[in-house]
């Protein structure tokens, strides 16, 4: 095993080991954020929120104290409709019913704002946006969606995308000799292998993830890698419709090694057709993503 090998694997927490089913795929372990419970969910007009349910990942709101804290939970809020379009939102009332400081409510705004999910206006205050107004590619964004209401929407657009995104990406890198690349393609597909022995499922997302970014990065295409973060987003998201990638297994291996060999070939139509097979639906969600076409 190479040295890259050796250090994901043994990096890996053993306590999380465990191949899970189709759909229970727990990708990313996180720290649960200190004093998490000092921010209290809200019932606004009578909401519901489980708050528990969503934001697994979350890695632009996480980990930053009560400013993150406030972005995630009004962040769900509206993803999830229960603040609905054009609803006010002010900030000291904000302020109290989550008890933080007035700063904190400000800079929580200001990060929905670049979301797109909130504006404000002089005279008119801070208000919720249409759908149509959000930055739908933001990770944060699409884990909330990803996590509540509309998560087969989000999975299965996810999924679209990745079937137009990956496979263009895979016949792209195979016209470009960067052999240091190509070397921890190879290392990502001996670190899944292994894992999969070992019933190692967190290491094995690490390495698929990674793989994926790589091959993107390979393709040398700046506007694709800049759509990167889509299927990084994909690979975290758990439950959704599931391919090759969402089922860890010995035939999910065998089109990564497809891919690593059509690469140093230099076969771009052998890259293109192993990444269609690989990103294939299984039988019971066919109606997400059309079955590959061989050129």
Same mark, same amino acid.
């Given at each position: 095993m =190479?040295?890259l ?8 927490r053993p306590?999380d =080991? ?6 229970e795929l727990d990708r990313?372990?996180?720290?649960? =954020?200190p004093?998490?419970?000092?921010v209290?969910?809200?019932a606004?007009d009578g909401a519901?929120v489980?708050?528990?349910r969503v934001?697994?990942?979350a ?5 930053r104290?009560?400013h ?7 962040g769900q ?7 609905g ?6 900030p000291e009332?904000?302020g109290?019913?989550?008890e ?9 705004l ?6 797109g ?7 008119v205050?801070t208000r919720v ?6 930055n739908?590619?933001d990770p944060?964004i ?6 509540g209401p509309?998560?087969d929407d989000?999975?299965?657009e996810?999924?679209?995308l990745?079937?137009t995104?990956?496979p ?20 990502m597909v001996?670190?899944?292998?292994? @894992?999969?022995a070992q019933s190692d499922?967190?290491?094995f997302?690490r390495a698929?993830?990674?793989?994926h970014?790589l091959l993107?990065?390979?393709a040398?295409?700046r506007m694709l890698?800049?759509l990167?973060?889509i299927?990084s ?12 990638c969402?089922?860890?297994n010995?035939?999910?291996l065998?089109h990564?090694?497809?891919i690593?060999?059509a690469?140093? @070939?230099?076969d @771009?139509?052998a890259a ?6 690989l990103?294939?639906?299984?039988p ?12």
């Open positions: =190479s040295t090998a050796h250090t994901m694997m043994t990096a890996a306590t =080991s465990g191949l899970a089913g189709p759909g990313y372990p996180h720290a649960e =954020s004093g998490v419970d000092r209290a969910p809200p606004w519901e489980e708050l528990g934001g697994r990942r890695a632009g709101s996480r980990g104290g009560l993150g804290q406030l972005v995630q939970q009004l809020m509206i993803v999830s409709g229960d603040l379009a054009d609803r006010p939102l002010v009332e904000i109290q019913r989550f933080v400081s007035r700063t904190v409510v400000r800079e929580s200001r990060v929905l704002e670049a979301k999910l909130v504006s404000a206006r002089p005279n205050g946006r249409p759908v149509s107004d959000w739908l590619l944060d699409i884990d909330w969606r990803a996590f509309q998560r989000q999975r299965r996810l999924c679209e990745r079937w995104i990956e263009l990406a895979a016949r792209l890198a195979a016209g470009h000799g960067r052999e240091d690349v190509q070397q921890r393609l190879g290392d001996e670190i899944m292998g292994h @894992a999969i499922a967190i290491t997302s698929d993830t990674e793989f970014a993107i990065q390979l040398g295409n890698e800049h990167s973060g299927v987003a994909a690979l975290q998201v758990s439950g959704g419709p599931v391919t090759g969402d089922r860890p010995e035939v999910s065998s990564h090694a497809r690593v060999d690469l140093a @070939a230099g @771009a139509h293109e057709s192993a990444m269609r097979q990103l294939v639906v299984h019971e969600v066919e109606r997400v993503v059309p079955a590959p076409r061989e050129h």
